[in-house]
């Protein structure tokens, strides 16, 4: 209590200087991180220059107009809507590759956290260096790989199967093994954070106590690695979400394309800016909850550490 | 055997005698996991490989990325080929990417830094609620930020020019999350014993915060940095949306528009391997650099040292 009490005076004495450190970064945000949402509420209530179509942003809320909502409403669930299959193929590209990144990624981790022993800094290693290879790179590989006559087609050919496949035509296997190759490295040195401090004594606890190998891993591995679960699935899905470059690179065809995809389009298209902030405002909306949800915990997690 | 004698005593009675016989045979705790080692080690593979050939290719004499043709350096600096030091589009996307990495680090760093340390004290509901806002810069998705700074910057702080200003000004703001976390949680972990030590000993308010809380400071600085610059290398959505001409594009823009025709070929690859040096070089730098920073602080060998790096 003493120490508390100590703490909070030298805090409170120098409040001023402490203030003044944080201003510039809080500055920084303001301008550019809440200010731009802002802006966007604003062009997305507001209207379109009909001559020069060039967007009319409208600054009072109680002047906002709902016919940019009313439009994408409309692409999205109206009558030859083009947007709500994106918004689904999104879905469900998403959740089958953070399925696949988890499913991956958590052997991977598991080992490297328990059972690497010395060679522990060899796997970090290994495990970190895709972190620091650009994505632009990473899919540039694939790309090489993967292409007509490509060393992947090739490499089919020489066990008998067909080689002449066109894995960059618009297939969705393609793209959403692009998008797993793509953030694998982030979801497994998330898991691996957490695996890595679960306390071992807890497993052999359950050992001792008679559980089974598989029991103990099912029972108290599971339920413990549950915080590195959810983490790793916000890591890997709220930038797949945002995605729209991965499935251009590796496909470029209509068929593969996300709801990112219609953001970027709408934007380009003179006209359909307002369009496009309100399609952003609607995905910054759904995914509101489960970034709150991460936020807190988060910070929860550094009060706890703290 | 002695494992199986153990199991079975501890086993609740009712359990069948042959289920625990034959759990207890394979049930040795210390044999090593040969299957997920090999899972381990095909996912190594499987992540390292492929682009170890895509850096092979950029060294190819031919313009092919399936046969190897001999060792030639012509799609980095030859004459009369599309190479990085001889096409004026490449050459200039390199330099984008460097000057836009530093002045990213430059500004980035210190104002996080700062931000962490006042965040950290400045104990009230708006310091609760601008730490709030840090961490949700860090979850958001990159193309809602950059589509919101690409209206900001159009329809209304419009001084900021897309280009080289505006694509700073996202990459700092998208960045500032690295130091602030970071330096906050080293800021935790000192506490604030030794700069109360130094105020005791006459220390002034920034006296105590450069001489002592600072150098405390480094080795989070440091990493920070580190990660600062290679993720402003390596990004590509806010650069992409904020970039103007051809002249602010850097090179994983100039690469992403030119895979499907334009300059695609070994040039793009030498020119992502040039992207794979910079991150690398910076990362090497970030490690040593923590290791020697932390020398004497480590307990468990240079495992604690590569975690800072990778942001974990």
């Not at chain 1, 991977?108 to 650009?134: E, Q």
């Not at chain 2, 972990?189 to 405390?216: F, K």
Request: aromatic share 12%; hydrophobic share 50%; charged share 10%.
């Amino acid at each position: 209590m003493a120490m508390t009490g100590q703490r909070d005076t030298y805090d409170r004495r120098n409040r001023g200087l402490w203030i003044g450190l944080a201003i510039p970064g809080a500055i920084w945000l303001l301008v550019l991180f809440v200010a731009p949402f802002c802006v966007m509420l604003a062009v997305a209530g507001g209207g379109v220059n009909e001559f020069f179509q060039t967007v009319v942003p409208v600054w009072n809320p109680l002047h906002w107009s709902s016919w940019n909502l009313s439009a994408v409403w409309h692409d999205i669930f109206g009558t030859g809507a083009f947007i709500g299959p994106q918004a689904l193929r999104t879905l469900v590209y998403t959740a089958i590759a953070t399925v696949i990144s988890l499913a991956i990624a958590y052997p991977v981790a598991y080992f490297v956290s328990r059972y690497a022993g010395r060679r522990k800094t060899l796997f970090l290693i290994l495990l970190i260096a895709p972190f620091w290879v650009s994505y632009m790179m990473r899919m540039l590989a694939w790309i090489d790989l993967l292409q007509q006559g490509g060393l992947f087609n090739s490499a089919l050919s020489l066990v008998g199967l067909p080689g002449n496949t066109d894995w960059l035509g618009g297939k969705s296997v393609t793209v959403i093994l692009g998008l797993v190759y793509g953030y694998i490295p982030y979801v497994i040195l998330v898991l691996y954070a957490f695996l890595d401090r679960i306390d071992q004594s807890m497993l052999e606890a359950a050992r001792d106590l008679g559980l089974s190998k598989w029991r103990t891993f099912w029972h108290v591995t599971i339920p413990l690695s549950k915080p590195a679960l959810i983490a790793g699935t916000f890591i890997t899905a709220l930038p797949m979400l945002g995605d729209y470059y991965t499935n251009q690179l590796l496909s470029g065809a209509p068929g593969t394309t996300m709801i990112g995809n219609a953001i970027e389009g709408q934007l380009d298209s003179p006209g359909y800016v307002g369009q496009g902030a309100v399609l952003s405002l609607m995905l910054l909306v759904v995914l509101l909850i489960p970034m709150i949800y991460y936020v807190i915990s988060t910070a929860r997690g550094s009060l706890e550490n703290a | 055997m002695a494992s199986v004698a153990g199991e079975s005593v501890a086993t609740s009675p009712p359990e069948p005698a042959e289920l625990t016989l034959r759990r207890g045979a394979r049930g040795n705790p210390w044999r090593r996991p040969w299957v997920m080692e090999g899972f381990t080690w095909l996912y190594i593979v499987w992540s390292i490989v492929p682009i170890a050939i895509a850096v092979l290719f950029s060294f190819n004499k031919g313009a092919s990325q399936a046969t190897w043709q001999g060792f030639s350096t012509k799609w980095y600096i030859g004459k009369g080929v599309t190479s990085v030091l001889h096409n004026p589009s490449l050459h200039q996307a390199v330099i984008q990417t460097v000057v836009l990495a530093v002045l990213t680090t430059v500004i980035c760093v210190p104002i996080g830094v700062c931000f962490a340390i006042g965040i950290d004290r400045w104990r009230s509901r708006t310091s609760n609620g601008l730490n709030f806002v840090m961490i949700f810069s860090f979850v958001v998705p990159e193309l809602l930020l950059a589509v919101a700074l690409f209206l900001l910057v159009t329809q209304g702080l419009t001084f900021i020019r897309l280009g080289t200003p505006a694509e700073v000004a996202g990459l700092v703001v998208w960045n500032i999350s690295w130091p602030a976390i970071i330096v906050r949680a080293r800021l935790v972990s000192i506490g604030r014993t030794y700069e109360e030590a130094a105020a005791d000993l006459g220390a002034s308010r920034l006296g105590a915060i450069w001489r002592v809380l600072l150098p405390m400071l480094m080795p989070a600085v440091f990493a920070s940095a580190v990660l600062v610059f290679a993720s402003t290398v390596d990004d590509f959505v806010i650069v992409e949306q904020l970039s103007s001409t051809a002249n602010t594009q850097p090179m994983s823009v100039l690469i992403y528009s030119n895979v499907h025709g334009g300059l695609s070929g070994p040039a793009l690859n030498a020119l992502a391997t040039i992207m794979l040096f910079l991150s690398l070089v910076a990362a090497l730098i970030g490690f040593l650099g923590y290791r020697w920073m932390t020398r004497g602080e480590r307990t468990k060998g240079s495992v604690e040292a590569l975690t800072p790096i990778a942001g974990i």
